[in-house]
């Protein structure tokens, strides 16, 4: 991890970002929603702060949702690979505009879809309490596989998530003050976009 990942507004932005997590999720949970919402702040950090800093908030949520729903334990690396694909699309830009925000999150809800459910159909053979979790339950209710439910179910279910998720954070960024955006070690990059769909 470079110095330049965690400067002071990285620093800063680390726990604010854990607490939207925490919050959201748990509001989305409660309502068992079939999508989660537990990463705008992962996504966030690791496109104006880079790969480790992500992972920090990424694995602190994890650990903090175990005390609402225990069964998150073996979820946490999804987290770790959500800010590895943002890192990477961020690299592309991935967030500077409206229609690549909306690509990057079906990017990285098929990633992470993929890999959520292939830990729900190993660890919990297909069965999860989340909203995902019912629409599982009425596709095997139809006839279909319990793999092919489930890895249905958490794929849609986490394109859903991304999408939303990667548009929350395309219109933090244009919010985000001109000075306050470029302080981020990958800030000024999403400056000049921002700029644009202002304008």
């Given amino acids: 991890m470079s110095a330049k990942q965690m400067n002071k507004m990285t620093l800063y932005v ?24 537990d990463s705008i702040g992962v996504v966030l950090t690791a496109v104006i702060s ?10 602190i949520t994890g650990l903090a949702s175990l005390i609402t729903n225990p ?7 999804l987290f770790v690979i959500t800010g590895g694909v943002a890192t990477i699309l961020s690299h592309y830009n991935g967030y500077s505009t409206f229609l690549r925000s909306l690509l990057s ?24 309490s989340t909203g995902t979790g019912i629409i599982a339950g009425l596709l095997r209710q139809i006839g279909a596989p319990n793999w092919l439910a489930a890895m249905s179910a958490g794929v849609s279910g986490d394109i859903t998530d991304k999408v939303i998720t990667a548009l929350v954070v395309f219109y933090i960024l244009i919010a985000l003050p001109q000075r306050t955006l470029a302080k981020f070690p990958n800030g000024e990059k999403y400056l000049h976009s921002r700029q644009k769909v202002t304008k």
């Fill in 14 to 37: 680390i726990p604010i970002a854990i607490a939207l997590n925490i919050v959201v999720s748990n509001i989305v949970f409660a309502l068992k929603l079939p999508i989660w919402l």
């Fill in 105 to 128: 999150g079906i990017i990285g809800g098929i990633t992470t879809g993929v890999s959520g459910s292939l830990i729900t159909i190993i660890v919990y053979h297909g069965l999860s």
């Fill in 50 to 59: 880079g790969f480790w800093p992500a992972t920090i908030v990424g694995v």
């Fill in 71 to 77: 069964s998150n334990i073996f979820y946490i690396p």
